[in-house]
């Protein structure tokens, strides 16, 4: 049985945090960019990389949503308590991070908190865990893409293509996307457009 | 006694996170200012607080850093921050911008194209380039948020109608990603096109009016101006007196009380590795670039 209270001992919170957020920050410059991070240990469904996430990201100022798969035990929730003091909480519209271990149920992105025409930094950051990189590509456009950058991930929402449009077309509202798949990360920030074939 | 010890890079981590999630909502909307709980520096306002908060917050202990002011790699504004970062974090320093995996900048972007492996950190005094236009920040937050940017053009206008041309030379506004318009810092108008569609990412630090935005990279980033007045570069019709470049931008330098001037390279970095390579321009051999390499602090 797992102990919640372990500190994964090569999880420095000076270091490892930063090689986290670093990685975080060139996939959110790079949108559809993957890269692998060193990953922590945490109770299921927790992928490695979202464990090193949270712990790089979240504390008492971040709101953190939790979908089924994840609420369904109750070992999360003391998990994230005692490693970031992050309050779990039960409105997706009030969170500053999501966690998403059932990708195919992935709530409508509406549920979240889609930030204000003055202040759309205050939204949601949905961070989703995947089995992953591969699948049926999409191409996409728009900041940090010199180019278009072909772009896999499952599994995905049948109608996902959909919802990052009606996304994009909030802009600058809307909200954030990180993949997860084991170590390996990715993210599809707002900015990003997808083009139709 | 023991000297005092910092966490890595001076700023807690709490500090940091906050910072870094500023840096994430920055990058996802390009040219977007947003809000953060700017901390107390150990040095003043005006000397680069917000661009070294966003430094602490992004660098790690392989990271290579280059601090420029105007350019400059040895001012003291410059020479300080190095320092201070070589302390707090342990971090290698470099004066060469190819060598360099974060660069922290004052009023210039270097004149070497920079690379997808780079951060460029531009220190802000002022983010808010409707500022001056509108003192009320619930007002120009508005006008934000509705893309209303028409009383920027009026000022532009009234510089031609005034001047016969833009008469804005540093801090020139521009618009990223179709979107926001966003003041560059007082960078010369002469950096305004390295902004758009660089390779490297490009964050902004404003430590007093605590506001963190970001051009991501590959960003079409435009200055503004009209059909009829083009947006156009200036740089001093000379060539360095030092490497002879003619498609660098130039300082004037007062040499004596009787006005004698002469143009250098404000990129010393870019200067010096000319008159490594063998350019010279009038006064400068190349030779002398490479005792100078002795004196970077």
């Given at each position: ?6 500190n994964?001992?090569e ?9 986290a ?8 410059a790079?949108?559809?960019e993957i ?17 090193a ?9 971040t ?6 798969a ?12 005692f ?15 999501a966690?998403v ?5 992935m ?36 900041p ?15 109608d ?12 600058p509202?809307?909200i ?5 798949a084991?170590?390996d990360?990715a993210a ?10 | 006694?023991?000297?005092p ?13 906050m910072?870094r ?5 920055a990058?996802a909307?390009?040219g ?13 306002y005006?000397?680069?607080t ?10 790690g ?47 210039r ?11 460029l ?12 236009l509108?003192p ?14 028409g ?5 532009l ?6 001047h ?45 009016e ?9 960003t ?13 570069p ?5 060539q ?8 660098s931008?130039l ?29 010279h ?5 190349p ?5 100078k ?5």
């Amino acid at each position: 049985m797992l102990d919640i209270t372990a500190n994964t001992p090569e999880f420095d919170p000076a270091y490892a945090s930063q090689a986290a957020f670093r990685a975080l920050m060139e996939c959110m410059a790079r949108p559809g960019e993957i890269r692998t991070l060193k990953g922590a240990d945490a109770p299921a469904p927790f992928a490695p990389a979202t464990a090193a996430l949270i712990k790089s990201l979240a504390d008492y100022e971040t709101p953190l949503w939790l979908d089924a798969a994840f609420a369904v035990d109750k070992k999360v929730a003391d998990w994230i308590r005692f490693h970031t003091s992050a309050p779990v909480v039960h409105d997706p519209a009030d969170a500053a991070f999501a966690l998403v271990a059932d990708a195919r149920a992935m709530p409508d992105f509406g549920r979240f908190a889609q930030g204000t025409s003055e202040y759309p930094d205050r939204s949601t950051t949905v961070i989703v865990q995947i089995d992953g990189f591969s699948g049926d590509a999409i191409t996409l456009k728009g900041p940090g893409i010199k180019t278009t950058r072909a772009f896999s991930a499952a599994p995905l929402p049948a109608d996902f293509a959909a919802r990052m449009a009606d996304n994009r077309a909030l802009f600058p509202r809307g909200i954030d996307l990180v993949f997860v798949a084991g170590h390996d990360i990715a993210a599809l920030p707002r900015s990003a457009m997808i083009e139709e074939h | 006694m023991s000297a005092p010890v910092y966490n890595f890079a001076y700023l807690d981590e709490q500090t940091k996170r906050m910072i870094r999630r500023a840096i994430l909502k920055a990058i996802a909307i390009p040219g977007y200012q947003v809000p953060f709980a700017s901390r107390e520096m150990p040095m003043p306002y005006g000397w680069g607080t917000g661009g070294v908060q966003v430094t602490a917050s992004i660098l790690g202990p392989d990271d290579k850093l280059k601090v420029i002011d105007q350019g400059s790699d040895d001012t003291t504004n410059a020479v300080s921050i190095r320092k201070f970062f070589v302390k707090t974090a342990g971090v290698e320093t470099t004066t060469k911008t190819n060598e360099a995996t974060v660069i922290q900048t004052r009023h210039r972007i270097p004149e070497q194209a920079l690379t997808e492996d780079q951060v460029l950190v531009y220190q802000v005094p002022i983010p808010e380039p409707l500022r001056f236009l509108e003192p009320r920040e619930t007002e120009t937050r508005r006008m934000h948020a509705l893309s209303e940017y028409g009383l920027m053009h009026v000022k532009l206008y009234e510089d031609i109608a005034r001047h016969g041309h833009i008469a804005t030379t540093y801090a020139y506004p521009v618009e990223v990603g179709g979107r926001y318009v966003m003041d560059p810092s007082p960078i010369p108008k002469f950096d305004n096109p390295k902004l758009s569609d660089s390779a490297a990412l490009q964050l902004f630090g404003a430590g007093r009016e605590k506001r963190i935005y970001a051009i991501p990279p590959h960003t079409h980033v435009k200055s503004l101006d009209f059909e009829d007045h083009p947006f156009e570069p200036y740089r001093h019709d000379a060539q360095c007196e030092l490497c002879g470049a003619m498609d660098s931008y130039l300082d004037e330098v007062i040499t004596d009380d009787a006005g004698t001037r002469m143009f250098v390279c404000s990129d010393t970095d870019f200067c010096e590795d000319r008159r490594a390579a063998g350019h010279h321009g009038p006064q400068g051999g190349p030779v002398a670039a490479i005792e100078k390499e002795g004196a970077h602090g």
